[in-house]
């Protein structure tokens, strides 16, 4: 199976800041990487797809890119709202694996 | 809009069975390959089972295989899973979620929760 080793696993911030989350493939998975926004009650959110493209209606302060094995996933101004967890997702091959989440708090 | 709403979870003693739902509005269920995820208390998203829009093709993670079943009903716009042999590690949230193309869940449900506890 594929591993995504995902960092933090938390992280505290503030409105306005930019953040970081980045997920390590254990293969070379090519773009297949999804990142998702999880949170508590609600129904996941696809942000990001194919390593880099941005979902439709997602704002354009979240972005991602690729680096070899390495893919990261960038909140730039933080909002009220982005607080949240979040989650890479290989689709690569069977198992679909996801990272372990990183749980964005306010500082 | 597209809309996935689960059911079915609950409270369940180990070795018992249980079958989810998920009831699918706003887009043309049938042309769209469909997933369940689960996640257990604390942990991150488990990736459970995927079926193909047309229900020719099924595949599990290792960790059911043999013991849950996912099918789906085009003509009720549902997906299903079966879930036999339940066990504690079984215990979770579970979600449905829409595959857009490539394995990318761009849909899901809020989820519906099961537990496993004698």
């Known amino acids: 199976d594929i591993q995504m080793t995902q960092s933090p696993s938390s992280l505290s911030a503030s409105a306005g800041d930019r953040v970081t989350i980045t997920c390590r493939a254990s293969?070379?998975?090519?773009?297949?990487v999804n990142w998702y926004q999880e949170k508590p009650g609600k129904a996941p959110k696809l942000l990001i797809y194919?390593?880099?493209s941005l979902q439709s209606g997602v704002p354009s302060r979240f972005s991602a890119i690729r680096s070899g094995t390495d893919f990261t996933l960038t909140i730039n101004s933080l909002q009220p709202e982005d607080f949240a967890t979040y989650s890479c997702?290989?689709?690569?091959?069977?198992?679909?694996?996801f990272g372990q989440g990183t749980k964005l708090e306010i500082k | 809009q597209v809309q996935l709403v689960e059911s079915g979870g609950g409270v369940v003693q180990p070795g018992r069975s249980l079958r989810l739902s998920c009831a699918a509005s706003?887009?043309?269920?049938?042309?769209?390959?469909m997933h369940w995820v689960r996640q257990a208390p604390g942990k991150g998203l488990e990736w459970v089972a995927v079926?193909?829009?047309?229900?020719?093709?099924?595949n599990y993670a290792d960790s059911v295989k043999g013991r849950f079943t996912i099918s789906r009903d085009n003509s009720k716009n549902t997906l299903y899973l079966q879930m036999n042999s339940l066990r504690s590690d079984d215990t979770a949230m579970y979600y449905c979620?829409?595959?857009?193309?490539?394995?990318?869940?761009?849909?899901w449900g809020q989820g519906t929760l099961v537990t496993v506890s004698s």
């Open positions: 997702q290989q689709s690569y091959s069977i198992p679909y694996t």
């Open positions: 979620a829409r595959d857009r193309g490539g394995r990318v869940f761009d849909y």
């Open positions: 293969q070379s998975i090519s773009t297949y």
């Open positions: 079926i193909s829009y047309d229900r020719n093709n099924e």
């Open positions: 706003g887009f043309t269920f049938s042309n769209y390959g």
């Open positions: 194919a390593a880099s």
